[in-house]
């Protein structure tokens, strides 16, 4: 028998649970990157973020997800909140039975002229809300279900070129994707202060937002569905080869 694992964090707890190394297969936990890394007509951002009410020079933090408590929202909009900037808008998008309170955690936190929320947003309306974000953050929580298994988000966001900013809780950090420092920044779950420290660092800085974007482009590009079946092709050999024995 085989187990093909999603990112090396799932491949560790495994060994941690006496399964053998050499009967585990990692593989990239993929989207079709060819549906999401075309460029997106400038018209089109310009119309969203007239749509949005979000200024031209306006700089964006985009949230794209279900509105639950997994997602730990509350934490981005007390870290974007306290930057007080004028220059930025928290955007959003997204439907959920934590929709409503959110829009209440806003509304105290004094965000709600920087806030804005676009509701449910269909798969194959996405890529202008990445298109036109300067930073894209999955600010997940452990809850009593569980953690964020990976966020397929985030592999979505690199293929526009945006810089995440995910929690330790976040499979796609866990599991190698997101790389701090480098693609975007990794902070402890529950921690508005650091998720607020590492918004002002991408919002301040051009040049090192441009760098991320480089980085996260190259990083999706090899994480693609061919390195997924990869992974199960390299298992069924493994298996095949110990039944001919």
């Known amino acids: 028998d085989a187990i093909v694992t999603y990112g090396d964090h799932v491949k560790r707890y495994l060994v941690s ?95 709600e002229e920087t806030g804005r929320f676009s509701g449910y947003v269909p798969v194959h309306q996405s890529l202008p809300y990445y298109a036109l974000a300067d930073v894209f953050v999955l600010p997940s929580i452990t809850v009593p279900q569980g953690k964020e298994t990976w966020g397929l988000v985030v592999n979505e966001a690199f293929n526009q070129g945006v810089p995440v900013i ?27 202060n650091a998720l ?22 190259q990083k999706i590009a090899a994480w693609d569905n061919e390195h997924m079946v990869q992974g199960f092709r390299e298992a069924i050999d493994y298996v095949q080869a110990k039944n001919k024995k």
């Open 17 to 111: 649970e006496n399964v053998p190394s050499e009967k585990i297969f990692n593989t990239t936990h993929a989207v079709d990157n060819e549906a999401y890394c075309g460029a997106i007509d400038a018209a089109e951002t310009k119309r969203l973020r007239e749509q949005l009410n979000i200024g031209p020079n306006t700089k964006v933090v985009l949230f794209l997800g279900r509105m639950e408590e997994i997602k730990g929202i509350p934490y981005l909009v007390q870290a974007f909140s306290q930057l007080h900037r004028q220059d930025a808008v928290l955007l959003l998008a997204g439907d959920g039975s934590r929709l409503e309170s959110i829009k209440q955690i806003v509304k105290h936190a004094g965000a």
């Open 166 to 192: 995910a929690t330790d809780a976040v499979g796609a950090a866990a599991g190698g994707l997101v790389e701090d420092g480098v693609n975007g920044y990794i902070v402890p779950e529950r921690d508005s």
């Open 196 to 217: 607020a420290q590492a918004l002002q660092r991408i919002l301040d800085n051009p040049n090192l937002r441009a760098e991320m974007s480089k980085n996260a482009r």
